[in-house]
């Protein structure tokens, strides 16, 4: 089993909907979580990070599960400006990220 | 800037030649680490470093790479003879412990 997982999409998804990512990890050291959303030919950059069970920014609500190994991603009222790649990463040292999951927001 | 700097932003090379990159992090950061990236996939992880020392490095990196961070500040990421399967963007990274990292803008390879 790969050490961190994501559906690669795409979602494509028509501006206003709510859309959620969910993320495996296989190591159940790993203690803090994070997405990152990277552009186009852009690097990462963190989004939200998750330190407990879960983080709300805005539209931007981040969860974190023990028991099942994943945390999930959801965006509400999607925008235009949503498109992007977004990875989750675990916090064990090496800091692997999963391949990312796709999202284009349609008008 | 205060920002994780990466040079150079561009760099191309003939297969068989060898290229050295350089990444100066965020100073008061303590970790910081190299991924590899082609299109459409995540950041792949090659090796990380705390303070001076190189705590891990992917199996997947062959012998023609080699990482150095000699004063546990800046660090710079050689290939030797590269191939043309290296063309790749190179990201550099750095932050505290358990704490989110900081990318630089990172230095596309092609090899040609």
């Known amino acids: 089993r790969k050490e961190v997982e994501q559906d690669p999409g795409p979602f494509n998804v028509p501006e206003g909907a709510t859309v959620a990512f969910n993320c495996t990890y296989s190591?159940?050291?790993?203690?803090?979580f994070f997405w990152y959303r990277q552009d186009c030919r852009k690097e990462p950059k963190l989004l939200m990070s998750?330190?407990?069970s879960g983080n709300e920014d805005g539209r931007f609500t981040a969860q974190l599960n023990r028991a099942s190994q994943y945390i999930s991603l959801l965006i509400r009222d999607s925008k235009l400006s949503d498109s992007a790649t977004y990875l989750c990463?675990?916090?064990?040292?090496?800091?692997?990220f999963g391949p990312g999951t796709s999202l284009s927001v349609i008008p | 800037d205060t920002g994780v700097s990466q040079d150079p932003r561009h760099k191309i090379t003939k297969r068989g030649q060898n290229v050295t990159f350089r990444c100066d992090p965020i100073s008061e950061h303590n970790r910081l680490y190299w991924y590899r990236q082609t299109l459409g996939q995540g950041p792949e992880f090659l090796t990380y470093f705390q303070n001076e020392a190189q705590l891990e490095k992917s199996r997947l990196l062959s012998d023609r790479f080699s990482a150095e961070r000699p004063k546990g500040s800046f660090s710079t990421l050689e290939i030797q003879r590269t191939e043309q399967g290296d063309s790749a963007m190179y990201l550099c990274?750095?932050?505290?412990?358990?704490?989110?990292?900081?990318f630089g803008n990172g230095t596309r390879l092609t090899v040609t």
């Open positions: 190591n159940s050291a790993s203690q803090s």
């Open positions: 990274a750095s932050s505290l412990t358990n704490s989110p990292l900081h």
């Open positions: 990463v675990g916090d064990y040292d090496k800091v692997i």
């Open positions: 998750v330190y407990s």
